[in-house]
């Protein structure tokens, strides 16, 4: 048995594909601009030396993607853009359900990518106090849960129409 009888390749029917999503997901909304959101409850929860701690790994954070943006930012989306136009081109043009796959749950990644990038440069121009700071990181982390909650019922909805297909019903 090698790996590709393992691994199933028919992406939206697969475990896999369904594992990845889920972790990606639960990833994303577990770390905001690079601060995990334990460290974000403790801060709140017990002060001192956790919001020490959180203000600075946010702080840095910040600095690093304002800083990579500033430099490379317009490189960077360029790059992203061809690369989902690509992926999505593969998908849907060329009828490839791996790429379709991968486009599905990019896309949305990529609008939390976006609106986390524009966080960072909106909290390096405010320099917000450390509870404003852990406020808009919690904010943030709602959205992107709730981004999640749609990119995932928007895989749901992609599977049941290449079902459909599949099936020719449609």
Not at 23 to 51: C, N
Not at 151 to 170: K, N, P, Q, R, S
Request: hydrophobic fraction near 55%; aromatic fraction near 16%; proline fraction near 2%.
């Amino acid at each position: 048995m090698s790996l590709f009888d393992l691994v199933e390749f028919t992406s939206f029917w697969s475990i896999w594909f369904w594992v990845i999503v889920v972790v990606s997901w639960s990833v994303t909304s577990h770390w905001t601009l690079g601060v995990p959101f334990d460290l974000i409850l403790q801060a709140d929860r017990k002060g001192g030396e956790w919001v020490d701690h959180c203000d600075r790994v946010a702080r840095t954070n910040i600095f690093r993607l304002v800083y990579y943006f500033r430099n490379a930012g317009i490189a960077l989306m360029t790059l992203a853009g061809f690369g989902l136009a690509a992926i999505g081109t593969l998908g849907f043009y060329a009828n490839i359900e791996f790429f379709r796959a991968i486009f599905v749950l990019s896309i949305p990644h990529a609008v939390v990518g976006i609106f986390t990038v524009r966080l960072a440069f909106i909290l390096d121009r405010q320099k917000p106090e450390p509870e404003a700071l852990r406020k808009a990181l919690k904010r943030r982390r709602f959205w992107t849960q709730f981004t999640g909650l749609i990119g995932i019922a928007f895989c749901a909805g992609v599977a049941v129409v290449e079902m459909a297909f599949m099936m020719g019903l449609v």
